[in-house]
């Protein structure tokens, strides 16, 4: 079993527009939270990354009490930098914890997360513990990726899996099944008792530049063979050129961008009052 990967902040958020968007869009479907004079909303947002669409949660509920939660450092130091309007009241505070086991300690009004689960395997087998974590009327709610079987992950896991790459890498360039059918996702969280909105949008994502698509993939997908190569500038550089020209193939350039369909599904969960 390969360790976890390094992550980079920086190179995350070079994308940050379009990794926004289905945030926002699953914000959106969040239902009103439970209410009580005095008592400001309690927010976790689990697998928080930089903390840039941990402060738009400020948006919706000013005066919300939001915890970010990520078990990297190097994303959590990022995330540091931010801080809670000053206008709406609310408060911001960022802390490690590993999603994998991760089991909240105090009762929440929300708990969301935002691209991380498919990095979590078993995933839903959490989820009686995070909505028990709910007060009676609160939301879970996350998006992930459902782009498994795109050309991106399969060229890179096919690489891998190449002779001349196979006793390195093999294990690094996919996840097998990370991720639930909307439809699959919906039953879990009924049969937790909760009222389900659950559903699956494909963006059609217009990337310019250099190898787009391989420099999307440099803050996500690829970040477990970067991190098996880091001490090996040579091979990661014959690596990054290989894939990028299958890359090209795949998604040739037009004349206004690389056109990068993305499938995300989402899911949200309203505990019964």
Aim: hydrophobic share 40%.
């Amino acid at each position: 079993m390969h360790s976890s990967p390094n992550w980079d902040p920086r190179q995350y958020l070079r994308h940050a527009g379009h990794r926004t968007r289905p945030f926002l869009d699953l914000l959106a479907r969040i239902p009103d939270l439970p209410t009580a004079p005095g008592r400001p909303p309690r927010i976790a947002d689990l697998g928080c990354g930089a903390g840039n669409v941990t402060v738009l949660l400020f948006d919706r509920w000013p005066d919300a009490h939001v915890t970010g939660l990520d078990n990297s450092a190097e994303m959590l130091e990022a995330a540091r930098a931010h801080t809670a309007p000053e206008d709406g009241g609310g408060l911001l505070d960022f802390r490690p914890a590993d999603a994998a086991h991760w089991v909240p300690d105090e009762t929440f009004d929300l708990i969301v997360s935002n691209a991380l689960l498919q990095w979590v395997p078993g995933h839903p087998e959490s989820f009686p513990a995070w909505i028990a974590a709910l007060r009676p009327g609160g939301t879970f709610a996350f998006q992930v990726p459902g782009n498994f079987t795109a050309p991106s992950h399969t060229i890179l896991a096919d690489l891998c899996d190449a002779p001349h790459w196979r006793d390195r890498l093999s294990t690094h360039g996919e996840r097998p099944a990370p991720v639930l059918d909307p439809a699959a996702y919906l039953e879990r969280l009924a049969a937790l008792g909760c009222e389900v909105d659950a559903w699956e949008t494909t963006y059609i994502q217009m990337l310019t530049g250099t190898d787009p698509v391989l420099d999307w993939v440099k803050g996500t997908a690829l970040r477990p063979v970067l991190t098996a190569l880091q001490d090996d500038p040579t091979a990661r550089d014959a690596f990054l050129a290989e894939y990028a020209d299958l890359l090209r193939k795949a998604y040739p350039p037009g004349p206004h961008g690389t056109a990068f369909p993305f499938r995300r599904i989402f899911a949200v969960a309203r505990k019964a009052e």
